[in-house]
């Protein structure tokens, strides 16, 4: 089968994480797959035996998350010249290929699988969507001026009434939450996000390697890098869990924190020792998350994370906020804990119930592995992707 995949950008985010996993995963299976994705120019390499593409990305704009004809032109080309039997798309926004490039659906098989409220919100991440499931055509949007948020929503749902192509959500929040868009229109399948247990797995000498001590109670947080001098931490929790630390430092003298991403600045007297990784290749992320006790996610907004099931099969224990799609993968006291978003308090009290109860971490730790290898490997990942293509060429 010949599979083209196209994402936003080749390597940031989430999203690029899971396009990346299933492009190597359908290599391995024989596939040919060519991955397209926006830069400053035209190029095209070779890669983990698959080929990039890079097209040129155009001037950016106000509209050009929903219009952007350079772009759009760039991924015609790419796919006329590589003839896909299918398209899978991941996310077309961060002003690069657009809504308008979904069009395409019209020309070529496609399937699009939604990592974000982006289709049914001006933002990818709206708060607002995450922690209530509202999606009610932008009416009173917390985000933006009403007028724009109506705006965003007519030219979305103007391009959206005009593709024609399968909907794949790694959660059944998301699905959900796009019920009541356009989008309801086309086909809706459930493919949760897979983890490659191949890579991700428990390893030795992981503590070492980053100089904390064997004896420490080490706590990972993925703060996530700056762009344009904006850090994502404080979206992904970093306020309640630095409250949750300074409460807890006292009482647990070898507390460590282990924030994966760049450096914030700390409060002064912060009474926990502090590892900043500073920007992370994604095939070290198995030693990082092996080197933690507990894997903190309190988040504000999120869907499926690919961090919760990697932490998860480096056997950590997993504290997450009870938003988006974490619930489907989280049950609370089985595999891990569940927490409110933004309530510091709850993430204090589930935090040291670990610290404090090492046996309960390793039933929880067993059950999330169990878990893992037994519904949310990539294999299984690829083996529904496979079903759904060969339904979409029909």
């Known amino acids: 089968m010949k599979i083209a ?4 950008t080749p390597a940031l985010g989430g999203a690029s994480l899971v396009a990346n ?3 190597r995963g359908f290599v391995r299976r024989g596939h040919e797959v060519l991955f397209i994705s ?3 120019s035209h190029s095209r390499t070779s890669k983990e035996g698959y080929t990039l593409e890079l097209v040129p990305a155009g001037p950016k704009s106000a509209l050009t998350q929903f219009v952007n004809p350079v772009a759009t032109a760039g991924l015609y080309g790419a796919l006329k010249r590589f003839k896909p039997d299918i398209v899978h798309v991941h996310n077309v926004n961060l002003r690069t290929f657009s809504a308008s490039s979904l069009l395409l659906s019209r020309l070529f ?8 409220v982006w289709p049914v919100c001006v933002v990818g991440s709206c708060e607002v969507i995450y922690a209530r499931n509202r999606n009610r055509r932008c009416r009173g949007c917390e985000a933006f001026p009403p007028w724009k948020a109506a705006l965003s929503w007519w030219l979305k749902s103007a391009a959206f009434a005009q593709i024609s192509l399968q909907v794949v959500c790694p959660s059944s929040w998301m699905a959900q939450s796009i019920s009541e868009s356009p989008l309801q229109r086309q086909p809706i399948h459930i493919i949760r996000n897979g983890v490659d247990t191949r890579v991700f797995h428990k390893l030795a000498g992981a503590r070492q390697s980053l100089g904390i001590p064997e004896r420490a109670q080490v706590v990972a947080f993925s703060g996530g890098k700056c762009l344009e001098g904006v850090s994502p931490a404080s979206r992904k929790g970093w306020e309640e869990l630095r409250v949750a630390l300074q409460t807890l430092g006292p009482r647990h003298p070898g507390l460590h924190l282990l924030y994966i991403g760049d450096e914030v600045s700390l409060p002064d007297n912060f009474p926990v020792e502090v590892t900043f990784t500073g920007p992370v290749e994604h095939n070290t992320m198995a030693s990082i998350f092996s080197a933690a006790d507990i894997c903190a996610l309190p988040t504000r907004a999120d869907n499926a994370p690919l961090a919760l099931l990697e932490a998860m099969a480096c056997e950590a224990t997993i504290v997450a906020s009870r938003t988006g799609g974490i619930p489907e993968i989280l049950q609370n006291n089985l595999n891990g804990l569940l927490v409110d978003a933004r309530d510091p308090q709850q993430l204090t009290i589930a935090l040291e119930r670990c610290l404090d109860a090492p046996e309960a971490r390793e039933s929880m730790v067993a059950r ?3 878990d893992i290898r037994t519904n949310l490997t990539i294999e299984h990942t690829l083996d529904q992707h496979e079903a759904l293509f060969t339904t979409a060429i029909r």
């Not at 995949?5 to 936003?8: H, R, S």
């Not at 496609?110 to 990592?115: C, E």
């Open 5 to 8: 995949i196209v994402n936003a």
């Open 21 to 23: 996993d299933l492009a």
């Open 38 to 40: 926006t830069g400053p």
């Open 109 to 116: 098989p496609m399937v699009w699988t939604i990592h974000d």
């Open 368 to 370: 999330a592995l169990k």
